[in-house]
Every structure is written in C-alpha cells, then in structure tokens.
C-alpha cells in the first residue's frame, strides 16, 4: 500500500504537472493564484509532489509524512472545491476521492503499520 500512495505522488506530480498531460491542473492553480506564473508554480507543486512520493517510498519519519500528506490533500481539496469545483475531474466529488485518498494515508500508517509492528515484535 505504501507503494501505491508513493506512485500516486509521483505520477501526479510528474506527469499531470510537470509533463502538463493534464492542463486543467495548470488552470486550476491559475484560477486560485493567477495567470502570471500559474506555469511556474504548477511546476513546483508537481516538484513538491515527487519530493512526497520519494519521501513515502523512503518511509522515512512514516508517520510525520502521512500527516503532512492528510493535510495537504485536505487543503488543496477545499480550496479547489470552494475556487474551482468547476475544474475538477468529477467537480465537487471529488472531495470524496480526496476524503478516500485521505482514509487510505491514515489507514496504512496508522492502523497496518501498527499492526505489522506488533506482529514483528512478537
């Protein structure tokens, strides 16, 4: 699982930001932020992305990264979902897949993490 939610990172900051195979990412950030350097930023949004991703697959400090990935999807989603519903793949649900992604973070650390520690120490 761990895995997963580091592939999602990566894939979403290379290839939807970076690469820019999803434009309505771009469009979004410049709804929020504006024209001016929408480009530039949606690229250090996708750097920040593939810099958590490495950081899940490092599993280093596991529960702090989990944390700061809860709050960062938490954020985004509401201010996408209050600035641009309109731009959003699937528009105002897609806080649900946020609140899924957010459930899935929380779940792997906090709940399999824990009981795989337990196991091994028996």
């Known amino acids: 699982m761990t895995y997963l939610i580091g592939v999602v990172w990566l894939v979403n900051g290379l290839f939807c930001k970076i690469l820019n195979f999803v434009p309505r ?29 490495l950081w899940v697959l490092s599993k280093l400090k596991s529960q702090l990264n989990a944390i700061a990935q809860m709050t960062i999807v ?26 899924m992604f957010i459930i899935l973070v929380y779940y792997n650390e906090f709940v399999l993490h824990k009981k795989l520690k337990l196991e091994a120490s028996k």
Request: no cysteine.
């Open 25 to 53: 990412h771009e469009q979004i950030v410049a709804r929020i932020l504006g024209d001016d350097f929408s480009k530039p930023i949606t690229i250090l949004i996708g750097l920040s992305e593939i810099i958590i991703g």
């Open 74 to 99: 938490a954020s985004m989603n509401i201010l996408e979902f209050i600035l641009a519903p309109d731009l959003l793949l699937w528009g105002k649900l897609n806080a649900l897949f946020a609140l």
